[in-house]
């Protein structure tokens, strides 16, 4: 049976067969005891309802395969094939397999809706950046089974924690030291992680001629340097105003004279039971004299014992002209 396009109304016992041409446009709304029922609201728009013992609601293709399923009695969908999507996911969750994913753990991958594009990136099937990490930046990791979102910082910490005792960990630069500068300034000191510290010196030189590199320390996160003379004993008895980096001879600041270069290691500076030692280990400058100088190893210490939680490195007279200090951690063994 054909029912032609007209304004007719069905009614009565039923309908069955094709309607060409045309459209139904039911006018009010399914109720839930419906079989399986087409209705409208203004404000739903086109409703479906429907009663199976599987499903409430099935949309099939043309080859008559499940395509679109509401299970009964639920407010689930599940999709047979592959949920293609142009704009952005939000909601309670998506079904994969048998994984849910939870509205908020699709959220971490942005913080608020998720783009195709970020659902990609856990695919690997994206293109590897060089986008610069800092302090700050989450990272996705799996916490016992729920996805969580920590940044680099906690991370860091952690990876920490986890260095093997011995191992040299990078704490902090000062970075290309500024002309007129008159110190620079380390507290990264944590003696729960760190038993020693190295300092690496480039090229570090000074504005005044004839002086030598020294390290402050300090028992106040910085509040206060020992700075007397006296403080500091080096090369046997002779006093200082710190601990000596620079050997017998002051370094020089003439054109072409490139500075203190070399490491300098620092021991034990938590312990309150025994002085602070400091030694520096193949210092190379030149001196005032424009000759090369190699420091094998000369040894300073703190004439104090005490906790050193800051140091300050300073030439003797005068403020620093260029270079750069790193500052690296010893990892300790418990």
Known sequence: MTKARDTANIVGGGFSGTIAGATMEPTGDTAAGDNAAMGFTAAEGLILTGQGSTNDVTIKNDADADVI????GTVNVTMAGTLGVTGVITGGGVTVGNAVLS???????DGATVTTGELNLIDGGTARGTTAVADGDGVLVNDAGTM???????LATYMGTKITGGSLVYLASSGAISDGTASVVFTQF????????QFWFQHVIPVTDNVKLLMQTSTNAGGAYASTNGNYHSEGAADEIGLKISGALAVGSASGEHGVSGNFNLYAPHNTSSFTYGNGKNITYFNSYSTTEVVPGVVSARLAAEDVDAVKILFSSG????????????VNGT
């Open 69 to 72: 399923e509401i299970p009964t």
């Open 103 to 109: 509205e908020a753990e699709l959220e971490i991958l």
């Open 148 to 154: 969580r979102m920590t940044n680099v910082t906690t």
């Open 190 to 197: 944590d003696a729960s992680k760190y038993d020693h510290y």
């Open 319 to 330: 403020n620093i002209e260029s270079g750069e200090v790193v500052m690296y951690g010893i």
